[in-house]
C-alpha cells in the first residue's frame, strides 16, 4: 500500500529538460511527493523556497548558473540536495558536494535506485553512484588539485562540456543527442565547436585530451 501524501517525502525537481523531469517523476511515481519543478536557476530557487521541500534533484548544468548557485541562493534551511546529472567529471562532483549537495549520482540510475537515494539524502546519509565515492574520497585527500581550473575548458560552454565528455567517451551522435535530448545536427554542432575552440582535429584526439585532465 501507498503512503499517504502526508508522509512520503516532499521533492523539488530541477532540470532544464522538460522531457527529462516528465520521465523522473513518471519513474519515482508515488513513491515521493513530488511539489514543484524548475528549469533554470531562477526558477528553481523559486520553487524551493516556496515548497520548502526534504529533497531537491538537482541538475549540475542549469541555465543561470548552475547547481551549485542553486543551492548558494535558496533559503531553505531544512532542505537537502541531491545531484542527478549526466555527468560524471571529477570537478563537477566534487564542486556540487563542495557547494552543499548530501549526495550525486548520474542519470544511469534506476527508478528503484533514485528512490532510495531520495530517501537516503532525507535521513542525512550522503549517497553516490559507485565509482564517484572515489573522487570525492581523493579530492578530499588531497590527491586532485580541484582548485586548478583548466583553461581549456573554460572555453567551453556547459552543453559543450557535456556533448566532449559523451564523444570522448566513445558516444555515437546518435546516442549523445539522445541522452541530451538535443537533435543530431546540434551534437554535430557542438562537436565542431569544441575541436576549434580545443585545436583538436579528431575524436582520437578529443578523448585523449580528456584522458589526460582525468574528465572521462
Known sequence: MADSSADRVRVVIVDDHAMFRVGVKAELGDAVDVVGEGYDVDSAVAAIEQQQPAVVLLDVHLPGGGGV???RR???PDTRYLALSVSDAAEDV???IRGGARGYVTKTITGPELVDAIKRVQLGDAVFSPRLAGFVLDAFAGSIEVASVDEDLDRLSEREREVMRLIARGY???EVAKELFISIKTVETHMSSVLR???LSSRHELTKWA???RLL
Open 211 to 213: 584522458s589526460d585532465r
Open 172 to 174: 555515437a551522435y546518435k
Open 74 to 76: 535558496s533559503q531553505a
Open 197 to 199: 575552440k580545443l585545436q
Open 94 to 96: 566534487i564542486g556540487t
Open 69 to 71: 548557485e542553486v543551492i
